[in-house]
């Protein structure tokens, strides 16, 4: 049995270059390790994030006193950390402490077992993981993960094949031909920026080339429009473009028949459901997702339930702030088929724990950005490895693969 002996603490740097922290475990054998990602557009109801320091802090000074000694069993540090917080949105302590420790101790558990990380994961699900992903890639960035750029946040090409290698390597090629179109700038996902005025002008392109290169089998498109963004209180602006909640539906349903969309990412303000309802209820073969108004929060989970607000959950391990609470969330919506995606955040680090994540908790599918920057492309490649890793390419023998 091993126990919890020692937590280190450095402050290292997001893909945005903005201060985070990196939280090592130790116990008597092993250590493991988690580097916090951070969003950049945030839903009012995520748990909070401390500065770097004052995580740092209250994981050094306050935390590891109370969990040092410890059994490595991250389920009940959770609860002694969330009880000793005491808050809903994890004020005193932190979204970032707590989880840091939380995953860390996850991966420490797996090395314990001598078992692959979502191996491990996979017994607090009820099915085998599964490796028959969607790959959501953030194409086209806008919103605020650019400067410029469209109103919507971002354009998504899903891409089905039958292995996770084909669509990776599928999204890549497609992701270098729309760069030959474009003469662009990067944003904070990978995705390239374009101008403002006209919010169609990437789905045209992206519809173009996926009909012209004959991908119509393994690749489609969605959209996370991140609506709270462009909404003002009463009225939501597109393109410079007034529209009431009915207007914008209607334009949303447009879109879909337009160009085939088979996703939409929180379509209207935060605390909408009853839009989100009534929207889902008018669209065939696409899928209505909450995000900021879910944010991997069960009783906000439960509402949407309620309301049949959506098809679809992002799932974000950092909203909530703790591996337990997460896969609490995941559960629940599967439980009341409501497809799951594991999401990254626009600022990443090169960790890549959500691909294991999905593919234990057999998620429909993974948001991790454009096939480009080391921080997306980690997660790419960790998706390669463990699908190489069930078809026995990689021996394992007590080693994190």
């Not at 000793?84 to 797996?110: E, F, P």
């Not at 498109?221 to 209180?233: K, V």
């Not at 234990?360 to 463990?386: C, D, F, H, Q």
Request: aromatic share 10%; proline share 2%; net charge positive.
């Amino acid at each position: 049995m091993e126990h919890i002996k020692n937590i280190k603490v450095i402050k290292i740097l997001n893909s945005r270059s903005e201060e985070t922290i990196k939280v090592k475990v130790f116990s008597e054998n092993f250590s493991a390790s988690f580097s916090l990602p951070q969003g950049k557009s945030k839903g009012k109801h995520e748990a909070v994030f401390l500065s770097a320091d004052k995580a740092k802090e209250k994981i050094e000074n306050l935390i590891l006193k109370k969990i040092k000694g410890e059994k490595v069993d991250f389920q009940k540090i959770d609860k002694i950390l969330i009880n000793l917080d005491g808050t809903k949105q994890k004020k005193k302590l932190g979204a970032n402490s707590i989880l840091g420790i939380s995953v860390a101790l996850a991966k420490l558990q797996a090395k314990i077992q001598r078992k692959p990380l979502f191996e491990f994961l996979s017994n607090f699900f009820e099915k085998k993981p599964n490796f028959s992903l969607h790959l959501l890639m953030n194409f086209v960035n806008g919103g605020v993960h650019s400067v410029g750029g469209p109103t919507f946040q971002e354009y998504l090409l899903i891409l089905k094949s039958e292995s996770l290698s084909k669509s990776v390597f599928l999204g890549s090629k497609i992701y270098k031909i729309l760069g030959e179109k474009v003469n662009s700038n990067i944003g904070d996902e990978g995705g390239y920026v374009f101008g403002k005025g006209n919010s169609e002008k990437p789905l045209e392109i992206l519809k173009g080339i996926i009909k012209n290169e004959n991908f119509q089998k393994n690749a489609f498109l969605g959209l996370d429009l991140a609506a709270s963004q462009f909404f003002n209180g009463k009225n939501y602006f597109v393109d410079g473009k007034k529209f009431s909640k009915n207007d914008l539906k209607n334009y949303y349903l447009k879109l879909v028949l337009k160009y085939g969309l088979i996703y939409l990412e929180d379509p209207f303000e935060e605390n909408d459901f009853n839009s989100f309802s009534l929207l889902k209820k008018e669209v065939n073969n696409c899928v209505v997702v909450g995000d900021d108004l879910t944010v991997t929060n069960k009783e906000r989970l439960k509402e949407a339930i309620k309301k049949q607000s959506i098809s679809g959950l992002i799932v974000k391990p950092n909203q909530i702030g703790s591996l337990s609470e997460t896969i609490e969330v995941i559960n629940l919506a599967k439980k009341n088929n409501i497809k799951v995606i594991i999401s990254h955040r626009s600022g990443e680090t090169n960790d890549s724990f959500i691909a294991d994540l999905a593919i234990a908790s057999n998620a429909w599918g993974i948001k991790t950005g454009a096939p480009a920057r080391g921080e997306r492309v980690a997660k790419y490649n960790r998706l390669i490895e463990m699908e190489n890793l069930k078809k026995g390419f990689y021996p394992f023998k007590g080693r994190k693969i």
